[in-house]
């Protein structure tokens, strides 16, 4: 969704459905270049929603419409091109199939009922092409396989669909294959021929072929059977009775539905090829949003509520996937509605809880709908209504922010949210004059509440505005965006908050007397100072006897020495893990006051500084990485030369091992990026902080 000069509201052409039935909601997956948006966009053509197909290249087609995606030639964000076919509307949701933008995809597959798995027919099966197939799994998502690109050069399809099946499991077969100029179907018996383009002329295909072809066929057949409720179908098929089509097709939508087969569907976007077959196999073969089990729910409150189901007369609850906003049509929200029937002119309930880690507080807030549009990339084609299972955008909803729940005011709801990965690469922003601070400001709020993989983090100790992004493409994304808004934004080194401490014990002596006239100053104390384990924070303990100090200046004392903690001794560092001792003083009947003996005991605290050695202290993270096996001794290797300390690894899930480690932060500003390029995409981390200790003798202090 997203920029002012792409976005338009268009009052027509768009199609309410009453029957969540006749939905589809189909989220478009793989890896980067795997074809996924120029499939969008020959489905778009296909099925006569454009006049014809646009190119990534040209920055013309119709999902791609960001600056920055039409700039980089990729899609940044999620976008939903729905398409009407055979009296169905597929909502398609094409989404970024880079690793930095997996947040887009956690979302689109949170809209959706079913995926359809793009892979190119000659780039083979790659780890970043695993780790999507995993994200998916991970939520259970029904997946087809689309080998895509079959016009490219060095494409071989049969090795693609080989290697498929080697690297997702036996449930990967091929409902199609191809033969010149088009299809052979494996159910319907049928060839597809596209040598006249789109549509195919159907017939019957070459006996030679149907011979070629018949293990295939065998094996796709048992392969469905094996996940039909007819138990007498397998021994009937293997008794030599002709299984018709509709019961293949049946079970089919059976198996796709329970995720544990995954057709294979050959496609070509330029010339055609497969077109139909993917939209037929959309309608057919793929789960309608009742056969799809909606989130759970509470009330705002976290009162449990009973479960949910896509029924259109339910409890209204939808919820907010995406969030733009642009200074024309202001604040966009893509919604699924999972219950009940959206209407424009009614009042609804917006609630968003459980995020205020990322900068999210929670909210609720009571607000009306004045129009329902059906999004079709940029362009927003106004509906009278949304029924469970569609996905429709909401305009001028200035409360709602994504992962927002929308429900009816006297039934309020919460849905419980998904998985939002966790950003970890700091870039800290500066306005490069005083007028862009406030638009830098307004338009930091604004991507903050649309994208909950974005953390905004305001650091008081080192003054830095930090940014914690995905990795180095969702900065860059970020930060055009920030341009685009009109604020002049650069860059600068991150920095790290350190502490320091005493190393040895210390005297110190504050005598603060001044006398101008009039009433004076005059305060005078003595400390002493002694670290203490790391951790400790800071002790103060009175030890003044025959009150040489009076008793009403002793918390003074105490206030000017925290303050100058605070303001730390050496280079601004914040001192910390220390006792204080105040052991003896003076003071004056008339001159004395409390802010004298707040000035006294920070002089004496500075006094004891210059006395003693001061150690610069580091923060240091508690680290998780989760690896291949493969790449397990070069993580660790890059983990020692990061001054890291491997406490141990486990076994994790999928063949991966976890490492626990511990590393100085200053070590982990640029992990999230090295990481990936250790390990093909193939390692995630998380991190936490653990403590401070001793920077190593010779170590760069961190600027």
């Known amino acids: 969704m997203a920029d002012k000069q792409n976005r338009s509201a268009d009052p027509g052409a768009a199609v309410a459905v009453d029957d969540p039935a006749k939905v589809r909601n189909v989220v478009l997956v793989g890896p980067s270049g795997s074809g996924k948006t120029t499939l969008t966009e020959a489905l778009l053509a296909a099925s006569g929603t454009v006049p014809r197909a646009g190119s990534v290249v ?261 919820e907010v996937v995406r969030t733009a906003v642009d200074s024309y049509v202001g604040r966009v929200s893509l919604v699924r509605v999972f219950s009940g029937t959206l209407r424009p002119e009614n009042p609804v309930h917006v609630s968003g809880h459980g995020l205020t880690e990322r900068g999210h507080e929670d909210h609720d807030a009571d607000e009306r709908v004045a129009h329902l549009y059906s999004p079709l990339g940029a362009n927003l084609r106004e509906v009278p209504f949304c029924v469970a299972g569609d996905l429709c955008a909401l305009t001028k909803v200035g409360s709602a922010e994504t992962g927002d729940t929308v429900s009816s005011p006297e039934d309020p709801l919460l849905i419980k949210p998904w998985r939002m990965p966790e950003p970890l690469l700091p870039v800290a922003v500066v306005a490069k004059s005083r007028s862009d601070e406030d638009t830098l400001s307004r338009n930091l709020s604004r991507l903050v509440a649309g994208d909950p993989t974005l953390r905004l983090e305001r650091n008081a100790e080192t003054g830095q505005l930090v940014l914690w992004c995905m990795g180095e493409a969702h900065a860059e994304v970020v930060l055009s965006r920030l341009r685009a808004g009109g604020a002049d934004v650069g860059t600068e080194p991150v920095r790290i908050s350190l502490r320091s401490t005493f190393a040895k014990p210390a005297r110190g002596h504050g005598r603060h007397v001044k006398q101008s006239g009039g009433h004076g100053q005059f305060a005078v104390c003595d400390i002493e100072v002694e670290p203490l384990p790391r951790g400790s924070g800071f002790e103060f303990v009175d030890k003044v006897v025959g009150g040489a100090v009076p008793h009403q200046f002793i918390p003074s004392v105490e206030k000017g020495v925290r303050a100058q903690l605070e303001r730390g001794v050496q280079d601004g560092y914040p001192v910390v893990d220390v006792r204080v001792t105040l052991t003896d003083g003076k003071a004056h009947s008339v001159d004395s006051s409390d802010a004298a003996f707040q000035t006294a005991g920070a002089l004496a605290l500075r006094e004891a500084a210059a006395a003693s050695r001061i150690t610069l202290l580091e923060p240091l993270d508690t680290v998780e990485v989760s690896l291949p096996d493969e790449h397990l001794g070069t993580v660790l290797g890059d983990l020692s030369s990061r001054r890291g300390r491997v406490l141990g690894t486990e076994s994790g899930e999928g063949g991966h091992t976890v490492v626990h480690a511990e590393v100085p932060a200053a070590e982990l500003l640029r992990y999230a990026v090295d990481l990936r390029s250790l390990t093909s995409g193939t390692a995630t981390f998380t991190r936490r902080h653990a403590r401070f200790e001793p920077m190593p003798e010779g170590a760069v202090v961190p600027t």
């Open 58 to 318: 040209e920055g013309t087609t119709v999902c791609d419409h960001d600056p920055a995606a039409v700039r980089q030639q990729r899609s940044v964000g999620l976008s939903v091109a729905p398409v009407l076919h055979a009296g169905h509307k597929i909502n398609l949701i094409d989404t970024p199939g880079y690793a930095d933008f997996v947040g887009e995809l956690r979302a689109g597959l949170r809209a959706a009922d079913a995926a359809l798995f793009v892979v190119c027919a000659a780039e083979g099966v790659d780890a970043a092409t695993i780790a999507v197939w995993e994200e998916c799994a991970s939520v259970g998502m029904p997946r087809a396989v689309v080998v895509s690109r079959l016009d490219h050069h060095r494409a071989d399809p049969l090795a693609e669909i080989a290697a498929c099946q080697a690297a997702f499991g036996a449930g990967v077969l091929p409902l199609y294959l191809p033969v010149p100029d088009g299809l052979v179907g494996l159910v319907t018996q049928r060839r597809y021929d596209y040598s006249a383009g789109y549509p195919p002329r159907v017939s019957d295909p070459d006996p030679a072929v149907s011979d070629e072809f018949a293990d295939a066929r065998n094996e796709l057949i048992e392969g469905i059977i094996a996940e039909s409720e007819d138990e007498t179908l397998m021994d009937r098929y293997l008794g030599g009775e002709e299984i018709a089509e509709d019961v293949l097709i049946a079970d089919l939508e059976t198996a796709v539905a329970r995720g544990s087969f995954h057709p294979v569907i050959p496609v070509c976007a330029t010339s055609g090829v497969g077109l139909a077959e993917v939209l037929d196999g959309i309608v057919r073969a793929f789960p309608s949003p009742l056969e799809h089990t909606p989130p759970g729910v509470t009330s705002p409150d976290g009162t449990e509520h009973a479960a949910l189901s896509a029924d259109p007369a339910g409890p209204l609850a939808a």
